[in-house]
């Protein structure tokens, strides 16, 4: 039987966050870099569950710190699809290499 360690979280974790800094880094789709950022911020929210589980098992610090990115990651997400659809009313685009200029 397979026990989880806090390696397998730690590894998990590194992982989701490669992903998602492929994600926000390479693709050129606005909503693309936003799920990748969102798949890091819920990469360290398995990292700290891991911590808080293996270190400190009787007390709710990780999940505590786990909501309060859940929360920040929800704000973001709103507020970025709101930039997004801004821009895609402004330009007709949301491919953000074409995007590039602060001003209208």
Same mark, same amino acid.
């Given at each position: @039987? ?6 397998? #979280?730690?590894?998990? /974790? *590194?992982?989701? #966050? ?5 994600? !926000? ?6 909503? !693309?870099?936003? @799920? /990748?950022? $969102? +798949? @890091? +911020? ?8 891991? #911590?808080?589980? #293996?270190? !400190?098992? =009787? &007390?709710?610090?990780? &999940?505590?710190? *786990? ?8 704000? $973001?997400?709103?507020?970025? +699809? *709101? ?6 009313? &402004? ?5 953000? $290499? $074409?995007? =590039? +200029?602060?001003?209208?």
């Amino acid at each position: @039987m397979l026990t989880l360690t806090l390696n397998h #979280f730690l590894v998990l /974790g *590194a992982i989701l #966050f490669c992903v998602g800094l492929y994600g !926000a880094l390479a693709k050129g789709h606005a909503v !693309a870099v936003l @799920m /990748g950022i $969102e +798949l @890091m +911020l819920n990469s360290v929210n398995i990292t700290l569950v891991g #911590f808080a589980r #293996f270190l !400190a098992p =009787d &007390q709710l610090l990780g &999940q505590v710190f *786990a909501v309060f990115v859940i929360t920040a990651a929800a704000a $973001e997400a709103a507020v970025g +699809l *709101a930039i997004v659809l801004v821009v895609y009313r &402004q330009r007709r685009t949301v491919n953000v $290499e $074409e995007v =590039d +200029l602060l001003k209208w």
